[in-house]
Nanobody, 128 residues
Framework: QVQLVESGGGLVQAGGSLRLSCAASGRTFSRYAMGWFRQAPGKERDFVAAITWSSDSTYYADSVKGRFTISRDNAKNTVYLQMNSLKPADTAVYYC?????????????????????WGQGTQVTVSS
């Protein structure tokens, strides 16, 4: 069982940057591949980025490629999302999630159903 807590959200102007953190507690955090998702009011929860347990592979939604970077430090039980060149369209609640395996198979990094644990979310608001 894993508990995930996101932090680092806030209000930022367009073009600015934020770094989100996801701290894990419980058992065996380091064995899980991890992902970030986001959800705006009235919209579906969308995939943002994912990373394998060993950090040998990363994946990004087309909308954030070149702007966001996912990373992790297993020794600190923490996964990060560095967000640069933020746009108003990035405004959403951002959720950290733990995948059900060490790595992804059949491109399932984008699939919400493949993640076993979810954090409570942190609000990111980008003003124009």
């Amino acid at each position: 069982q894993v508990q995930l807590v996101e932090s680092g959200g806030g209000l930022v102007q367009a073009g600015g940057s934020l770094r989100l953190s996801c701290a894990a507690s419980g058992r065996t955090f380091s064995r899980y591949a991890m992902g970030w998702f986001r959800q705006a009011p009235g919209k579906e929860r969308d995939f943002v980025a994912a990373i394998t347990w060993s950090s040998d592979s990363t994946y990004y939604a087309d909308s954030v490629k070149g702007r966001f970077t996912i990373s992790r430090d297993n020794a600190k039980n923490t996964v990060y999302l560095q967000m640069n060149s933020l746009k108003p369209a990035d405004t959403a609640v951002y959720y950290c999630a733990a995948h059900n395996s060490y790595q992804f198979y059949s491109g399932n990094y984008y699939d919400l159903a493949s993640y076993n644990y979810w954090g409570q979310g942190t609000q990111v608001t980008v003003s124009s």
